[in-house]
């Protein structure tokens, strides 16, 4: 099985923004059990940016850029800033919270 991506879809830009959708995914997959108290999430939030400020300062500094290194770094960056967002929406957004905490898709209202 072959999938065909057109190359209108394969900018850096579009590669970043998988990316970050994955980094979601990834912290959705995480608290899917359950979500702890607001300041574990934080503490979460606060360790995800800590270790990757790094990355992401790179990433701002190779913005635009195309080559392989330049985009590894964008990609990361993208999917790390993406799991923050993540939680500190996860810390306050009470909708998000319940389908985050949904078990039956299919079944359930």
């Excluded at 994955?22 to 574990?40: N, V």
Aim: charged share 25%; hydrophobic share 40%.
């Amino acid at each position: 099985m072959y999938h065909y991506i057109p190359p209108s879809r394969m900018t850096v830009e579009d590669l970043c923004r998988r990316m970050a959708n994955e980094g979601a995914a990834d912290m959705y997959t995480h608290y899917h059990p359950g979500i702890p108290a607001r300041l574990r999430l934080f503490t979460h939030a606060a360790a995800i940016a800590a270790t990757n400020s790094k990355s992401w300062l790179g990433a701002w500094v190779c913005r635009g850029r195309t080559d392989r290194r330049s985009v590894d770094v964008q990609m990361h960056a993208a999917r790390t800033q993406a799991q923050v967002q993540y939680l500190i929406r996860l810390m306050f957004d009470h909708e998000l919270r319940s389908l985050v905490l949904k078990k039956d898709w299919l079944h359930d209202s």
